[in-house]
């Protein structure tokens, strides 16, 4: 199994920035790509940004030029830097990762608990 831990979270004001961070722990052989997800109240959970294990990125056009996904590939961390905080970007934002627990096992997908990032004023 794997663990997701999420943190950095909280409230801020538009035009703010806040640091997600998700630690990955557990029986971890390799790491595909991570991502952060987000779904807002009544709405269907969405894609923000994934990176690859070769730092390939790919983000959702409502985020791009504001929010910058990263990795530490040594320590099994995933961190989203959000900048220019919009209303609109109010929701619980949640770690992915697709992780291998042996040489020769599938690849697994694993979700996190979820952060509440919540943009007002």
């Known amino acids: 199994q794997v663990q997701l831990v999420e943190s950095g979270g909280g409230l801020v004001q538009p035009g703010g920035s806040l640091r997600l961070s998700c630690a990955a722990s557990?029986?971890?052989?390799?790491?595909?790509?991570m991502g952060w997800y987000r779904q807002a109240p009544g709405k269907q959970r969405e894609l923000v940004a994934t990176?690859?294990?070769?730092?390939?990125?790919n983000y959702a056009d409502s985020v791009k030029g504001r929010f910058t996904i990263s990795r530490d590939n040594a320590n099994n961390t995933l961190y989203l830097q959000m900048n220019s905080l919009k209303p609109e970007d109010t929701a619980v934002y949640y770690c992915?990762?697709?992780?291998?627990?042996?040489?020769?096992?599938?690849?697994?997908?694993?979700w996190g608990q979820g952060t509440q990032v919540t943009v007002s004023s």
């Open positions: 990176i690859t294990s070769v730092s390939s990125t």
């Open positions: 557990g029986s971890i052989f390799s790491i595909n790509s």
């Open positions: 992915h990762t697709i992780v291998r627990h042996t040489a020769r096992s599938p690849w697994y997908n694993y």
